[in-house]
């Protein structure tokens, strides 16, 4: 037997009008039926700098911009600008412009930053769902957030977006970054990409757990959710959640029911996640129908800290 951690995820944002530095395109989420399109905006022009500091295990971190970032100074470079660092050198910010579907690739982007002021043309803030690969994390108006370095597409954050100008800054860790802003279509969303799932198991009854991430896109903490589970070869459950603190992202458990499978195969599952009642998100998920003597995955809550992990058994 192995034990795996499940890895957290994230999903998911919302629409945004005309702005500087990006470009818009129409986009349907895989995981979602054709007919609920999604826009995004996805990365055009930005700057770009090489490392600005020692990174990885080190006694003593340094980062020029990081530096700046935190002394409170205004910080909006500009093409050309240069970066000086503790040892008598200096770094500049070089304007490079990405492809249409948001991809930069640049020498700089290997321990460097990327740059990108978006104009949100909008009377109140917007929040919205930022998608990114390839970078160490993500300061959003100078807030500093998680990144997806190993570039697994399961990150989507819910970010704060003001009136006018904003500042996105990436701190890049492999050549490459990948960025849009997608919209959100409901406070609480489900994110799927990352679900930990178990394996169905013929002449067993189904009695066993799932996880998936929730995303709460809005300002306040959600309290009182729900996710409803329901296929073709599995009772319909309820399952009740955790708060789901604003502006984040929680993976949640929830539960599995029903009878013994007859036959190899595949179930679906419709996963539902409700607030007061209604409806707020719908994504469906795929669990193996597997033979007693083939290897399978099992999933348990943690007694450590009440999350969904799971393990693989293989007779």
Avoid at 72 to 100: E, Y
Avoid at 174 to 181: C, S, W
Wanted: with cysteine.
């Amino acid at each position: 037997m192995k034990k795996a951690c499940a890895v957290l995820s994230m999903c998911f944002m919302i629409l945004l009008t005309a702005c500087g530095g990006f470009s818009r395109c129409a986009w349907a989420d895989e995981s979602r039926p054709a007919s609920q399109p999604r826009e995004r905006v996805v990365l055009g022009k930005c700057l770009v700098i090489p490392p600005v500091g020692r990174y990885g295990r080190a006694a003593v971190y340094t980062d020029a911009v990081e530096a700046r970032l935190t002394s409170g100074q205004p910080f909006a470079p500009k093409a050309g600008d240069t970066v000086n660092l503790p040892d008598g050198t200096s770094r500049t910010w070089q304007a490079i412009d990405a492809d249409q579907n948001g991809r930069l690739k640049h020498a700089a982007l290997k321990g460097g930053y990327a740059y990108i002021p978006l104009n949100v043309r909008a009377e109140t803030p917007k929040v919205m769902l930022l998608a990114a690969t390839g970078h160490g994390m993500v300061y959003v108006n100078g807030e500093p957030r998680a990144g997806d370095p190993y570039r697994t597409g399961y990150v989507w954050l819910p970010v704060l977006l003001k009136p006018g100008r904003n500042d996105l800054l990436f701190h890049c860790v492999r050549g490459e970054l990948v960025a849009k802003l997608v919209s959100a279509d409901a406070p609480a969303l489900l994110n799927v990409a990352d679900a930990t799932l178990p394996d169905l198991i013929i002449g067993q009854a189904v009695r066993t757990l799932g996880a998936a991430v929730v995303i709460n896109a809005t300002t306040a903490p959600l309290n009182d959710l729900f996710i409803r589970a329901a296929g073709s070869k599995v009772e319909t459950t309820t399952t009740p959640l955790p708060p789901v603190p604003p502006l984040s992202v929680r993976k949640v458990g929830f539960e599995l029911a029903g009878p013994a499978p007859s036959a190899q195969g595949q179930c679906k599952v419709n996963l539902e996640i409700m607030k007061d009642g209604e409806i707020t998100d719908a994504e469906t998920v795929t669990l193996r129908i597997r033979r007693p003597e083939q290897s399978y995955k099992q999933t348990f809550r943690s007694q450590i800290d009440g999350s969904v992990q799971y393990y693989a058994v293989n007779p």
